[in-house]
């Protein structure tokens, strides 16, 4: 018998009907349900423009599914407390379920919720987020935490690992009486209008929890096999592509953990389980440095000499710097609203060590522009490109943006696809086409912003300023 007459479940980015703890509970705890999702107009970092968008496709997208169950999701927008208040005075439920996140603006709001329900006598009840293991169960022996990924990623696969809880076959019906105060989607202003830049973003990409399902599934039956040795190649579809689909909690890391596994222990499922736990690293580091998105996890790096360049970083950004394989990547990006992992490393590497920009300029820029945004792999990723951050790359490595391309475009099929004007160069110059002859120069195709070899010299002597305590 539920204990419930009317309970809230409170939707953020979990809109899914597949391994969903936090709704198995609502639903078999309630007579009747009322789904509710709030845009949290009191986060001190709203979402960038790419992941508003991507929030758009995702509410509709649940909203469609949620049809066939006769439910509806109901949206608000302004300050999560106050509003679940006056729903609940408003509706008389008497529980709040949610699945737990693990930001900080997030995790300190759902603490401080969840104790003023209690205090006012309703059940608030929270479940495992989109996590493999939470945060403040994966510790060292001594109770503090790890700071380097290899142990970090053996003690939480040593934990009991969290079978995806199982899919929803039906919900509870909806209040009889619909709350008064809900908006309509279009109300939310998630969609860019003018202008409207999504037209990369609607091509690339389709929200929601059906077209991530499917996605685990071509990848598990496809990529998966060669994963460890094609990941790191741009031009193809060689890794999951399932990044936004896990920051917006449309597919959990369980599902993409079970589904992987369940084809055996090759070294290519090791390989992109070693990524699910790279993320909960990034996860976990946030969680126990709530600053990471602002300051340098090492503290050695704060009297670093940066420069603030601003024709640089535009160059940068637009994707005109004259290294065919960092401005593909920027240009994926601005496209697509992603850029490939190894294109990351090489974009951010530019960033900072070419151009000596501090890395907050290059995750402010990723924070709008992807799909799959996330304060914790964001800012983790950025750090650790830049030396700064945990179990860093170390400073002294620079990737040189010739050998980078030639190595993992080695045909320039990816540079020729984001940077048309390097269409008829051939492989020999496609990665340094200053280097051709000023007749096969590509025409409208900027030549490099920086020397490599005066940059890298540059970054070592500014690294030198701050070595004694980075070391
Ligand atoms: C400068 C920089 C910024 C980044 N910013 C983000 C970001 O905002 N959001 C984001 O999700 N990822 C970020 N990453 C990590 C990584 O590039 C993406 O997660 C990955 O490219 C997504 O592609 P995929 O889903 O095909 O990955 P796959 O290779 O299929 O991996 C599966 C999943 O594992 C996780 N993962 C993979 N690589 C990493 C990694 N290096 N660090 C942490 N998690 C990883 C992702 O959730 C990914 O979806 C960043 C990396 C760099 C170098």
Redesign the pocket.
């Known amino acids: 018998m539920p204990h419930h007459a009317l309970s809230i479940y409170w939707f953020d980015r979990d809109m899914r009907l597949a391994d969903n703890p936090a709704l198995v509970a609502a639903a078999a705890n309630s007579e009747r349900l009322l789904l509710v999702h709030i845009l949290d107009t009191a986060d001190p970092r709203p979402e960038g423009g790419a992941a508003k968008w991507w929030r758009h496709g995702s509410i509709a997208a649940f909203q469609e599914s949620l049809t066939p169950f006769g439910q509806t999701l109901y949206l608000f927008q302004g300050e999560p407390e106050a509003i679940l208040k006056q729903l609940l005075t408003e509706t008389g439920a008497t529980a709040v379920y949610w699945n737990r996140r693990y930001e900080p603006h997030t995790r300190t709001r759902d603490t401080a919720i969840k104790a003023a329900l209690k205090a006012a006598g309703i059940h608030a009840e929270s479940h495992i987020g989109d996590v493999l293991q939470e945060p403040h169960t994966v510790n060292k022996a001594d109770g503090t935490p790890l700071k380097v990924f290899t142990p970090f990623s053996k003690a939480a696969d040593a934990l009991p690992f969290h079978a995806p809880a199982p899919r929803i076959m039906a919900l509870p019906p909806q209040p009889v009486q619909k709350p008064t105060t809900a908006l309509p989607l279009a109300a939310l202003g998630l969609l860019p209008t003018k202008p409207d830049w999504a037209g990369g973003l609607r091509e690339s990409w389709m929200p929601g929890e059906h077209a991530a399902a499917q996605r685990l599934k071509d ?1 598990i039956g496809g990529a998966l096999s060669g994963y460890a040795e094609k ?1 790191n190649l741009p031009y193809y579809t060689s ?5 936004p689909y ?2 917006f909690g449309e597919i959990t890391p369980r599902l ?1 953990y079970q589904a992987a596994r369940a084809t055996g222990d090759s070294y290519d499922v090791q390989r ?1 389980i070693a ?2 736990y ?2 909960e690293f ?1 996860i976990y580091l946030l969680w126990h440095f709530p600053a990471l998105p602002v300051q340098n996890w090492r503290a050695s790096f704060d009297a670093f000499p940066w420069r603030e360049d601003a024709a640089a970083l535009k160059a940068w950004q637009r994707g005109q710097t004259g290294y065919p394989i960092v401005d593909a990547g920027m240009r994926e990006l601005w496209h697509t609203g992603w ?3 190894r294109v ?2 090489i974009v ?1 590497s530019f960033l900072v060590k070419h151009l000596l920009i501090p890395w907050q300029r ?1 995750e402010e820029w ?1 924070w709008d522009t ?1 799909v ?3 304060a914790a ?2 800012a ?3 750090q ?2 830049a030396g700064c951050g945990a179990d860093a790359a170390p400073y002294f490595r620079i990737f040189n943006p010739v050998t980078q391309g030639e190595k993992f475009d080695p045909e320039g099929r990816y540079v020729k696809q984001w940077c048309p004007e390097l269409k008829d160069v051939s492989q020999q110059f496609v990665h340094q086409p200053w280097e051709a002859g000023a007749l096969l120069r590509p025409k409208g195709y900027p030549a490099p912003i920086v020397d490599h070899s005066h940059a890298r010299n540059r970054a070592l002597e500014a690294f030198e300023k701050i070595k004694k305590e980075a070391v």
């Open positions: 990848f990941r890794t999951s592509r399932l990044s896990l920051h993409a992109f990524e699910l790279w993320r990034s850029m490939h992992n990351r490393m951010a290059g990723f992807l799959d945004a996330d792999n964001n983790a990723s950025w650790w490109v």
